[in-house]
């Protein structure tokens, strides 16, 4: 069981960093022009 629940914070951070570097990316997107100001993610 302890097996699971360190797999389970591992893929959690997992998810936060790349949620993080997604809001990064978008933000540089965003100030090259690619992306619209108005860009809202659905």
Do not use: N, W
């Not at 302890?2 to 591992?10: E, K, Q, R, Y």
């Not at 690619?34 to 860009?39: C, N």
């Amino acid at each position: 069981m302890d097996g699971l629940t360190a797999m389970s914070f591992i893929f959690g951070m997992v998810g936060v960093v790349a949620l993080v570097r997604l809001e990064k990316l978008t933000k540089t997107l965003k100030e090259k022009g690619i992306l619209e100001e108005d860009y809202k993610e659905e």
